[in-house]
């Protein structure tokens, strides 16, 4: 595991907690409360119902969640294609190194750069 995946998962892991945490304070206040959005000439109160804070929190930390676990995976496809063509057969890297060692020969007498003996 490098760098960028502990990151990742660095990441993953506070937005579980998170959400963990914010699950338990709905369950104490409720998802739906009622806010003040004003006051009638009589001095009532004008509510509105609104999901609370912790459900906004919880929903956005839904959609890090899902940007993580892609990020995440992304990272460890690429990873995977890179050991992959890694461990291609031996003689076809070596095939692929000659090729790439004859195109860098002729750039360099295209360039009229001199080898060194």
């Given at each position: 595991?490098n760098i960028t ?113």
């Amino acid at each position: 595991m490098n760098i960028t995946q502990l990151h990742l998962l660095q990441d993953l892991v506070e937005t579980y907690v998170l959400d963990w945490r914010m699950s338990a304070q709905m369950a104490q206040t409720g998802i739906i409360h009622d806010v003040v959005v004003g006051i009638s000439p009589d001095g009532i109160p004008i509510t509105k119902r609104e999901p609370s804070a912790a459900y906004t929190i919880k929903m956005q930390q839904k959609r890090r969640q899902d940007a993580v676990l892609k990020q995440f995976i992304a990272t460890r496809e690429s990873q995977a294609k890179l050991v992959v063509g890694m461990k291609s057969d031996p003689s076809t890297w070596a095939a692929n190194l000659l090729r790439k060692s004859q195109e860098l020969k002729e750039k360099a007498e295209e360039a009229r750069v001199v080898e060194a003996p």
